[in-house]
Nanobody
């Protein structure tokens, strides 16, 4: 069992930045591919970014590519999502998720085994 707790969300003006954190417990973080997803009101949960177990490979949604950086510190059991040049359309609840399987599709939410409770990001225009 893995527990994930996100933090770092908040209200920010368009063009601003936020750094989300996801602290994990219960199992070695390096066992998991880690991902970030988001869900806006009335919309389906969508993929934002993912990072490989050792951090050498990252994947981003086109909507955030170039503005977002995912990283991890396995020694501190923490995954980060640095978001810059934020836009109102980035407003959503952001979730981190852990994926134990090898060879899975990182963009698919149903491939992930554990989820945090989410942190709200609101970008004002």
């Amino acid at each position: 069992q893995v527990q994930l707790v996100e933090s770092g969300g908040g209200l920010v003006q368009a063009g601003g930045s936020l750094r989300l954190s996801c602290v994990t417990s219960g199992r070695t973080l390096s066992d998991y591919v880690m991902g970030w997803f988001r869900q806006a009101p009335g919309k389906e949960r969508e993929f934002v970014a993912a990072i490989s177990r050792r951090g050498g490979i990252t994947l981003y949604a086109d909507s955030v590519k170039g503005r977002t950086n995912i990283s991890r510190d396995n020694a501190k059991n923490t995954v980060f999502l640095q978001m810059n040049s934020l836009k109102p359309e980035d407003t959503a609840v952001y979730y981190c998720a852990a994926n134990l399987a090898y060879g899975s599709a990182w963009r698919k939410a149903n491939e992930y085994d554990y989820w945090g409770q989410g942190t709200q990001v609101t970008v004002s225009s």
